[in-house]
């Protein structure tokens, strides 16, 4: 799994790989605006911070959108100008 870690203060950004998959579950079921620990994730090197999900999107490439209450894929009901 690929994931952008980003600083808002400074702009800065960087791609991490993360292939283990017992760092992984500590963010496969959190929602949007839910937030992971650093060392559950990325390990001892990122201890004390915290990471907020911001986004991402699943296999086929769907995004996610925040609103949606539910773990699954559904269909949302949008009018023009609401993305």
Do not use: W, Y
């Amino acid at each position: 799994m690929k994931l952008n870690i980003a600083n808002p203060l400074t702009g800065q950004q960087k791609l991490l790989e993360v292939d283990d998959e017992r760092k992984l579950r500590s963010v496969m079921d959190k929602r949007i605006a839910q937030e992971v620990a650093g060392e559950d994730l990325l390990g001892e090197d990122f201890a004390g911070f915290l990471f907020r999900v911001s986004g991402g999107d699943d296999k086929q490439g769907v995004p996610m959108k925040q609103g949606g209450l539910c773990n699954h894929r559904g269909r949302l009901l949008l009018r023009e100008g609401n993305l």
